[in-house]
């Protein structure tokens, strides 16, 4: 029954997750801050269900929260934010939603006995979910298809990618990870049609980083396969490298406008520059403790911080509602609930990248299970750099915050070797 009630659990949070209950809907600005009853009911059935799940393994859940405790306080001070919000009622159902989908992530997070069925379980799932994203290429190339990129079932190119991202790298691990020639075949073809749907979304930062992520787990396993000479020879480039990028910045006296002109095509990174300036602004208001979880987008046509903003900016032409994130997840958790929060989150992030990374490398599991969590905690380094131009983290609903959300929660679990030999089951 505990395991039924898992894989229910997991496919609902996946579907609800990466496809939605409205896909391929466009998303007003209304109907952001109503919110939608039927996603309400479904993210509740989720959470009840939940509740069943972390009471069969509460042991585990209870490791699990004891090894996160940044992650804690920030759900928890998202809740208490509604003392101090600009807008009461939308931080209640928003911080609620957070509180509930963060839940959801701990007992998928604690119910996990098996990472290689997981990892596949996974791997196969967000397959598919790309084949139905290409699909919609095909079938409602008006709606998934606009000037700048695909966006396949979503709202946006970006919001594609960054699903593209993450089956990318949860695929590239679990290939990592295969023991067989059929294994790899199969896998392979699966990673072919997810970089094929990466690519059309041409969404830059989803894709520098898919290869970014790529890389760092490539170095990984050929560390452990070839041992000290691979690292040591990896460490002599590294130094070279470092002294060339050191001569190129003396050569035009460590001007950084320079430098960021030369390698970025866009240094205002699409007009990010003037939103940050404006974000940057209104966040310094409420330096400490912000104006209130999901309390400053999104709150109406009248309260819209964009009529805020000073005429001669691109901003204040987009129009009410068009705007609703300040595109860096540091600067918008310092807008909801201030610095102090923000400097968590990064720093909860980071250790969670740190410890997944640590033991994917030097951990006593299977390579099955450093496979998975190696592939988890790149997820987690990648998005420190996604958030510098998007903002996901510790962000309520999004895919990027969800998977972020399971994999500190998995993270902090013992390896499943050490759980099998309590429990006297095969690992």
Not at 58 to 76: H, K, M, W, Y
Not at 361 to 379: D, K, N, T, Y
């Amino acid at each position: 029954m505990a395991a039924r009630a898992y894989d229910l659990l997991l496919g609902g949070f996946l579907y609800y997750t990466f496809i939605g209950l409205h896909p391929l809907a466009d998303s007003s600005a209304d109907a952001r801050v109503d919110g939608s009853p039927i996603d309400r009911v479904a993210v509740l059935s989720l959470f009840a269900l939940a509740l069943y799940v972390l009471w069969s393994n509460r042991e585990r859940a209870l490791t699990c929260l004891i090894g996160n405790p940044g992650q804690i306080s920030l759900v928890g001070l998202a809740v208490m934010s509604l003392f101090w919000s600009d807008f009461p009622d939308l931080t209640l159902r928003r911080a609620m939603l957070f509180f509930f989908l963060t839940t959801i992530t701990l007992a998928l997070a604690a119910g996990v006995d098996d990472w290689r069925r997981f990892h596949s379980f996974l791997f196969g799932a967000l397959t598919l979910i790309i084949v139905a994203n290409l699909f919609s290429i095909v079938l409602t190339p008006s709606r998934a298809i606009s000037d700048i990129g695909v966006n396949g079932l979503y709202g946006q190119k970006n919001l594609a990618g960054i699903v593209a991202l993450i089956a990318a790298i949860v695929g590239f691990g679990w290939l990592l990870g295969a023991e067989n020639p059929r294994s790899v075949v199969r896998g392979s073809f699966a990673l072919l049609l997810i970089f094929a749907f990466l690519l059309l979304t041409r969404s830059k930062t989803s894709i520098n980083l898919t290869v970014l992520g790529v890389a760092a787990m490539s170095f990984f396993a050929a560390a452990e396969r070839f041992g000290p000479r691979f690292i040591l020879a990896a460490i002599s480039m590294s130094l070279l490298l470092a002294a060339v990028v050191l001569l190129a910045l003396a050569a035009v006296d460590f001007d950084f406008n320079v430098v960021l002109n030369s390698v970025v095509a866009d240094a205002t990174f699409t007009g990010r520059d003037q939103l940050w300036a404006f974000a940057g602004g209104e966040a310094h208001k409420r330096y400490w403790w912000g104006h209130g979880y999901g309390a400053f987008w999104d709150v109406g046509y009248s309260n819209d911080p964009v009529l805020r903003v000073e005429t001669g900016s691109w901003l204040a032409t987009t129009g009410v509602g068009v705007i609703n994130q300040a595109h860096n997840g540091y600067l918008e958790l310092w807008l909801e609930l201030g610095l102090p929060a923000s400097i968590v989150a990064g720093l909860t992030t980071f250790k969670g990248a740190l410890t997944g990374g640590y033991r994917a490398v030097f951990g006593a599991g299977s390579r099955q299970e450093r496979a998975a969590l190696g592939a988890f905690a790149v997820l987690l380094g990648l998005q420190l750099l996604h958030n510098l131009t998007e903002a996901t983290l510790f962000m309520r609903g999004m895919a990027y915050s969800s998977v972020a959300a399971f994999a500190l929660f998995a993270i902090a679990l013992p390896r499943q070797s050490h759980i099998a030999s309590i429990q006297g089951t095969k690992p």
